[in-house]
């Protein structure tokens, strides 16, 4: 493995993790690259490229910060994917892989090809005559005090009916933990292949949460007395105030490769963080929760210095 891509976090302090990686990828004789636009954020070192170049050029790329650096770099990547390794700096880290105390040993088991590789859909949309790629989901959002989402739905050309509700929110298999399953969507298994659509707050029309096959194509329409919308693409605003125009989606298998080292244990850590999602409490309550094992080796992983 010759070089490795750093996608960071846009906002959080990242510094302590990238000086794990340089002072490993030193010892081991590997490149570090990454975007032009965050040079000023990592060691000299590590060489900028641009953006679009970074997957390209790179054998393998870390991400550094939570599940939305994850999507991130795995939209990145998605013309030519390469496995994707995620270091946890986030809340919750469905996507993410590691903690920051073990990227030693896990930038060694990358470097040695010692991982699995899961794989990832993606929605490959047409939105108002802009392609966008989405590996969580795709969602028509009402602007507040605007009035309702208007849309009609059509499936592999025919029309199924139409919605009238706050948002209107399509995901894949991963993106059923997020904002679908905030609007009361079902939570699908990521072995399954499939595409769902679920409205918001429904005020009239389709009310419930609609699974399609992964082979039907998908066309929402706004209506002439839509209120204006935002277009998200995993919760980053790509079009604002539109109130014409069509979204035309398609579901693309293994657009994105994530990193497992023990895709067991990461099941396990996945199931708890669903059991934990209805719970109203903060996060101190919730380390309470946790069996008493748990909470010391926890305690003490944060106490040891990063290696």
Same mark, same amino acid.
């Given at each position: 493995?010759?070089?490795?891509?750093?996608?960071?976090?846009?906002?959080?302090?990242?510094?302590?993790?990238?000086?794990?990686?340089?002072?490993?990828?030193?010892?081991?004789?590997?490149?570090?690259?990454?975007?032009?636009?965050?040079?000023?954020?990592?060691?000299?070192?590590?060489?900028?490229?641009?953006?679009?170049?970074?997957?390209?050029?790179?054998?393998?790329?870390?991400?550094?910060?939570?599940?939305?650096?994850?999507?991130?770099?795995?939209?990145?990547?998605?013309?030519?994917?390469?496995?994707?390794?995620?270091?946890?700096?986030?809340?919750?880290?469905?996507?993410?892989?590691?903690?920051?105390?073990?990227?030693?040993?896990?930038?060694?088991?990358?470097?040695?090809?010692?991982?699995?590789?899961?794989?990832?859909?993606?929605?490959?949309?047409?939105?108002?005559?802009?392609?966008?790629?989405? $590996?969580?989901?795709?969602?028509?959002?009402?602007?507040?005090?605007?009035? $309702?989402?208007?849309?009609?739905?059509?499936?592999?050309?025919?029309?199924?009916?139409?919605?009238?509700?706050?948002?209107?929110?399509?995901?894949?298999?991963?993106?059923?933990?997020?904002?679908?399953?905030?609007?009361?969507?079902?939570?699908?298994?990521?072995?399954?292949?499939?595409?769902?659509?679920?409205?918001?707050?429904?005020?009239?029309?389709?009310?419930?949460?609609?699974?399609?096959?992964?082979?039907?194509?998908?066309?929402?329409?706004?209506?002439?007395?839509?209120?204006?919308?935002?277009?998200?693409?995993?919760?980053?605003?790509?079009?604002?105030?539109?109130?014409?125009?069509?979204?035309?989606?398609?579901?693309?298998?293994?657009?994105?490769?994530?990193?497992? $080292?023990?895709?067991?244990?990461?099941?396990?850590?996945?199931?708890?963080?669903?059991?934990?999602?209805?719970?109203?409490?903060?996060?101190?309550?919730?380390?309470?929760?946790?069996?008493?094992?748990?909470?010391?080796?926890?305690?003490?992983?944060?106490?040891?210095?990063?290696?």
């Amino acid at each position: 493995m010759a070089g490795l891509g750093l996608v960071l976090h846009p906002t959080r302090d990242v510094s302590e993790v990238v000086g794990i990686i340089e002072r490993w990828a030193s010892s081991h004789r590997k490149t570090l690259l990454v975007r032009t636009e965050d040079e000023h954020r990592v060691p000299s070192c590590v060489e900028p490229v641009p953006a679009d170049d970074l997957a390209v050029r790179s054998d393998a790329l870390i991400s550094i910060g939570g599940d939305g650096t994850m999507l991130g770099a795995l939209r990145m990547a998605v013309h030519d994917p390469k496995p994707v390794l995620g270091v946890h700096l986030g809340r919750l880290g469905f996507l993410v892989e590691v903690e920051p105390p073990d990227l030693p040993n896990a930038l060694s088991r990358l470097a040695a090809k010692d991982f699995t590789v899961e794989s990832h859909a993606c929605l490959a949309c047409d939105v108002c005559g802009d392609d966008v790629v989405a $590996f969580n989901d795709i969602a028509l959002v009402r602007q507040p005090g605007s009035g $309702f989402v208007t849309a009609t739905l059509a499936v592999d050309g025919q029309r199924y009916g139409y919605y009238r509700c706050d948002a209107l929110v399509v995901s894949t298999p991963t993106g059923s933990t997020a904002y679908s399953y905030a609007a009361g969507g079902p939570l699908i298994s990521p072995a399954a292949d499939v595409v769902v659509v679920t409205p918001s707050a429904p005020m009239a029309g389709i009310s419930r949460s609609v699974v399609l096959a992964p082979e039907e194509s998908i066309r929402l329409d706004l209506q002439p007395h839509s209120a204006a919308v935002a277009v998200e693409m995993d919760g980053l605003v790509i079009k604002e105030a539109a109130r014409e125009g069509t979204v035309q989606i398609r579901y693309r298998r293994d657009a994105g490769r994530v990193v497992r $080292f023990d895709p067991k244990r990461y099941q396990e850590r996945n199931q708890l963080k669903l059991s934990l999602l209805d719970l109203p409490f903060l996060p101190d309550q919730l380390r309470e929760l946790l069996p008493e094992e748990l909470r010391r080796e926890r305690d003490q992983r944060e106490l040891e210095p990063p290696c």
